[in-house]
C-alpha cells in the first residue's frame, strides 16, 4: 500500500480534505486492512505520479491538529486516477507539469461533491462508528 496517495485519498474525501490524526489513522488502519484491491489500486496510481511527496509538493498541509488536502493536491490526484487515453504505457509526467496541464495554477476549480455521495460517506462513517461501538462492548 502507498502511504501518499492513500493519504490524499483519505482526505479528499472529508468534507473540506480535513482529517484529525485519530480520523486519518483510523481510515489508514481500515484501508490497510482491506485486500490485495487497495494494495494494487494504490501503486496503480503512485506509478502515474513516481515523485509523489505530498508534504513537499505542497498536496498536503499540516494543519492544527489533522491534515488538509490542497487545491494542487486536488488537481495531481485527479490526474493519477485519469486513464490514460492510449492503451500503450505512457510515462507520468512530473508533478509540477501534471497540475499545469490539467488546470493553470492561478484557477484551479473547487470541487463539488454531489449530495447523494456525501449521504453515502455519512452512513459509511456511521456504520463503522456502529461497529467500534460493539466491538468496545463485546471486548469488556
Known amino acids: 500500500m502507498n502511504f501518499q496517495v492513500t493519504v490524499l485519498k483519505i482526505l479528499v ?9 485519530d ?6 488502519a481500515i484501508l490497510a486492512t482491506s485486500g490485495r484491491d487497495w494494495a494494487d489500486r494504490t ?3 503512485a ?3 513516481p515523485d509523489l511527496d505530498i508534504f513537499s509538493h505542497g498536496l498536503v498541509e ?3 491538529g489533522g491534515w488538509q488536502i490542497t487545491a494542487k493536491g486536488r488537481v495531481v490526484l485527479e490526474f493519477m486516477e485519469t486513464r490514460p487515453a492510449a492503451p500503450a504505457p505512457v510515462q507520468a509526467p512530473l508533478l509540477e ?3 499545469a496541464v490539467i488546470a493553470p495554477p492561478s484557477h484551479v476549480p473547487s470541487f463539488r461533491q454531489p449530495a447523494d ?3 453515502r460517506r455519512r452512513e459509511r462513517r456511521e456504520r463503522r462508528r456502529e461497529a467500534r461501538e460493539r466491538a468496545r462492548a463485546n471486548a469488556s
Open 13 to 21: 474525501s472529508y468534507p473540506d480534505g480535513f482529517a484529525v490524526m
Open 117 to 119: 455521495r456525501a449521504k
Open 62 to 64: 499540516r494543519t492544527s
Open 43 to 45: 501503486k496503480r496510481l
Open 97 to 99: 507539469d501534471a497540475a
Open 23 to 28: 480520523d486519518l489513522k483510523r481510515d489508514m
Open 47 to 49: 506509478a502515474r505520479a
